[in-house]
């Protein structure tokens, strides 16, 4: 078989830093107002792991969103796609 030619795809490898970018922007505009607080390794603040399981999804909505209506402003990769050989076109 022969490459007959190559498809332009968003490298979805290359978005964990936008995700987590994003997330972290969201989850620190969402606590902004809230006290200062130390918090205690032993007892977890459940509030706070809400928050940022809050701000993960949304940032995923986002650049699945964006990736979807606009793929070209992410990296992309090219995908070959194949010609039929010989062997693919007998009965």
């Not at 490898?13 to 032993?42: F, Q």
């Not at 706070?48 to 809050?54: A, C, F, M």
């Not at 650049?63 to 606009?70: M, N, Q």
């Amino acid at each position: 078989m022969k490459v007959g030619g190559y498809d332009k795809e968003v490298d979805k490898s290359k978005l964990g830093g936008a995700v987590l970018i994003g997330a972290c922007v969201v989850l620190a505009v969402r606590t902004a107002r809230w006290p200062v607080t130390v918090h205690n390794r032993d007892q977890p603040d459940n509030k706070l792991w809400q928050e940022v399981g809050y701000a993960v999804r949304l940032a995923l909505e986002v650049i699945t969103e964006l990736t979807g209506r606009h793929p070209n402003l992410f990296a992309q990769k090219d995908i070959p796609w194949w010609l039929p050989g010989d062997e693919d076109l007998q009965p």
